[in-house]
T-cell receptor, first 114, second 115 residues
Framework: GDSVTQMEGPVTLSEEAFLTINCTYTATGYPSLFWYVQYPGEGLQLLLKATKADDKGSNKGFEATYRKETTSFHLEKGSVQVSDSAVYFC?????????????FGKGTLLTVNP | DAGITQSPRHKVTETGTPVTLRCHQTENHRYMYWYRQDPGHGLRLIHYSYGVKDTDKGEVSDGYSVSRSKTEDFLLTLESATSSQTSVYFCAINMIEGRRTGELFFGEGSRLTVL
């Protein structure tokens, strides 16, 4: 079945460091891929998405490229800020009416220190 | 912005008692979802609804029931709460009305502790 594997956390970085959070997936067909962010005490928010191979999603300085050949959707940011401290979830969706399914990874906690 | 209100936001209850969590949306969207979030498991779908009185099970539906008598309200009920149901519960709707995509808008969550 469909699955999403994220790198284990927690990830601790200093402000202005480069961030990569790895995400790989297993799915039949052609899934859409997403990154969600959850700030402390809040619900999840959609951060970015990509719907087909080689698409790059971007938002708030974060980027991720849909790589079909490596089944990956790694999240990157060139210079993190303390305010980026949160839990990040990778997710995939497969469409198809009653076969629709949305699968989340287990989440990666990011802590950015000043 | 889409509006979802979950209530209660925090609840502590005893094993064996019934619990109902409420999700209220202001967007008149067709699809509504209940997820639970647990450390090491990410988010798992409990139940979802595709219209008034139309609901279906998710991957972890045992011990839960849902009801949707109005478009705007989706209720999650634990008939007899157990300690394994201690969790944070999130309600969500699709960002794009009528389309089941992975773009969801989430409520702020309801933290339930079952003693």
């Amino acid at each position: 079945g469909d699955s999403v594997t994220q790198m284990e956390g927690p990830v601790t970085l200093s402000e202005e460091a480069f961030l990569t959070i790895n995400c790989t997936y297993t799915a039949t067909g052609y899934p859409s891929l997403f990154w969600y962010v959850q700030y402390p005490g809040e619900g999840l928010q959609l951060l970015l998405k990509a719907t087909k191979a080689d698409d790059k999603g971007s938002n708030k300085g974060f980027e991720a490229t849909y790589r079909k050949e490596t089944t990956s959707f790694h999240l990157e940011k060139g210079s993190v800020q303390v305010s980026d401290s949160a839990v990040y979830f990778c997710a995939l969706s497969t469409s198809g009416g009653s076969n629709y399914k949305l699968t989340f990874g287990k989440g990666t906690l990011l802590t950015v220190n000043p | 912005d889409a509006g979802i209100t979950q209530s209660p936001r925090h609840k502590v209850t005893e094993t064996g008692t019934p619990v109902t969590l409420r999700c209220h949306q202001t967007e008149n969207h067709r699809y509504m979802y209940w997820y639970r979030q647990d450390p090491g498991h990410g988010l798992r779908l409990i139940h979802y609804s595709y219209g008034v009185k139309d609901t279906d099970k998710g991957e972890v539906s045992d011990g839960y029931s849902v009801s949707r008598s109005k478009t705007e309200d989706f209720l999650l009920t634990l008939e007899s709460a157990t300690s394994s149901q201690t969790s944070v519960y999130f309600c969500a709707i699709n960002m794009i009305e009528g389309r089941r995509t992975g773009e969801l808008f989430f409520g702020e969550g309801s933290r339930l502790t079952v003693l």
